[in-house]
């Protein structure tokens, strides 16, 4: 099944009430913030009602906030060869 992956790029302050329900209607409260939807006519229209504000891609999978922070996190830099004292015994 695909999902739309909405983000939120600029914010909604100045917008009339109406855009701003489209906003909550599709869970999108605060900038840079991401929600996955099922690809439908509903949720198209609502993304075209405030389209200038949002960035839109089609995925297959929707991820979870656990995988979206691991996602986010980069490399640790270095590699651990063994433990201290390991071979100590």
Do not use: C, N, W
């Amino acid at each position: 099944m695909a999902y739309f992956r909405i983000t939120l790029m600029r914010s909604a302050i100045g917008l009339p009430a109406q855009r701003k329900g489209v906003l909550a209607a599709l869970g999108l409260r605060k900038r840079m913030a991401t929600v996955y939807h099922p690809v439908t006519p509903d949720v198209a229209g609502q993304i075209m009602a405030v389209k200038e504000l949002l960035d839109v891609a089609e995925v297959e999978t929707a991820l979870t906030k656990a995988e979206m922070k691991d996602q986010r996190r980069p490399e640790r830099g270095y590699v651990v060869e063994r433990r201290a004292g390991a071979g100590l015994e």
